[in-house]
């Protein structure tokens, strides 16, 4: 079976040593890894390979992934199983393939769930498998993932945004001034759980009748506090009366960019627009039903939602060195801005939700 379409040598070898009998493959996507769905006689499976991106700190090596998603096998946590792994200069990861569809960011549910009832049964199971994964116990993952806490988890984030600054001169003024302030108001360590590290619609698979079927790309999850990973989902939800960014000057930096007319869509609809339509809870509701299956209190949510777009726009401005540094377009520019101004709203807008 021919493969040089994604340039992986040997992958007969790994698939038949674990049973499968290729017999196509389809490049799903080709970003941070490069994912081949994998077709056989019977199922499918999806094969991972890491581009040169993930070699960061930011990110778990492909065989710690695989050592994770073995210890996932003995929960109910629905991740995807692994089947095989090959370890090397050019490590390859085989999966289960898990059907489903995911919801990027500034899309829609999948028709399915388009109405009242559906959203907020998105809603509802979204932090019902988010509470499944901080209820598990941390020992079997000690020797796989790293204890970062909400201020190493800035601190990092820091030292990326002085290798962007490095490569592509932009200094990030404001944004490093929103993690200045994360950093020194940091809460006090308190309970640590596993942590995904990207929790969010567009890692989730969901079918129209089973709802979500499968929690995929583990390659950030690390031990920490799990108000963190609530915050980074409740960065999406926009409740009646939030600040809304202004694009003053984004706009005119870049006004023939394709960026900035996806911002004002985000501006408009925010950055999940399910969650601001008829029967979507609020943030408040979804906090309380977190802290009810957990029995984890959440008391500055607004803290976390703010720690969470830090983070995000640090990650873009990572993507963008990445880009300049290996000498192509990037159009991370117009939103790493606009996340950082989401951020300064958060941290300053004196709401916080229920801690006010």
């Known amino acids: 079976m021919a493969h040089d379409g994604f340039g992986i ?3 007969e070898g790994v698939l038949s040593e674990a049973g499968i009998e290729a017999t196509g493959f ?3 996507a080709d970003g941070i890894n490069l994912m ?3 077709s056989t006689p019977g199922d499918r499976y999806l094969l991972r390979r890491p581009n040169k991106l993930r070699d960061t700190d930011l990110f778990n090596d492909l065989e710690r992934e695989y050592r994770l998603l073995k210890r996932l096998e003995a929960t109910e946590i629905p991740a995807p199983e692994p089947v095989a792994f090959r370890g090397g200069e050019d490590p390859v990861l085989v999966t289960t393939y898990l059907k489903g569809e995911t919801v990027p960011l500034g899309s829609g549910l999948p028709e399915g769930f388009r109405t009242p009832e559906g959203r907020r049964a998105v809603a509802r199971d979204l932090i019902d498998v988010l509470a499944d994964v901080h209820r598990l116990e941390t020992e079997p993952f000690e020797d ?3 204890r970062q806490t909400p201020r190493t988890q800035v601190e990092h984030a820091t030292t990326r945004l002085d290798r962007a600054t490095a490569v592509t001169g932009r200094e990030f003024a404001d944004l490093r001034t929103v993690g200045d302030r994360l950093r020194e108001t940091a809460p006090d360590e308190r309970e640590t759980t596993l942590v995904h590290g990207d929790f969010r619609p567009g890692n989730v698979l969901l079918d129209d ?3 979500i079927t499968g929690v995929i790309d583990w390659e950030t999850a690390m031990l920490g506090d799990p108000r963190t990973e609530l915050g980074y989902l409740l960065l999406r939800w926009r409740d009646d009366g939030d600040p809304v960014p202004s694009l003053d000057g984004i706009d005119t930096r870049y006004p023939d960019s394709e960026a900035v007319r996806d911002l004002r869509e985000s501006n408009e609809a925010g950055l999940a627009p399910f969650t601001g339509r ?3 809870p609020d943030r408040s509701e979804l906090i309380a039903r977190y802290e009810e299956r957990t029995g984890i209190a959440v008391e500055n949510d607004r803290y976390y939602r703010a720690h969470a777009a830090f983070m995000l726009a640090a990650v873009w401005a990572d993507l963008h ?3 300049v540094e ?3 377009d990037s159009d991370r520019e117009p939103y790493i801005e606009y996340m950082t101004r989401v951020a300064e709203g958060i941290a300053g807008d004196g709401r916080g939700g229920r801690d006010g």
Request: glycine share 16%; net charge negative.
């Open 144 to 146: 796989v993932c790293e």
């Open 278 to 280: 008829e029967g979507s």
């Open 9 to 11: 040598d040997g992958v």
């Open 326 to 328: 290996a000498g192509e």
């Open 26 to 28: 389809d490049v799903l």
């Open 36 to 38: 081949v769905a994998v």
């Open 209 to 211: 009748r089973r709802g």
């Open 321 to 323: 060195r990445y880009r």
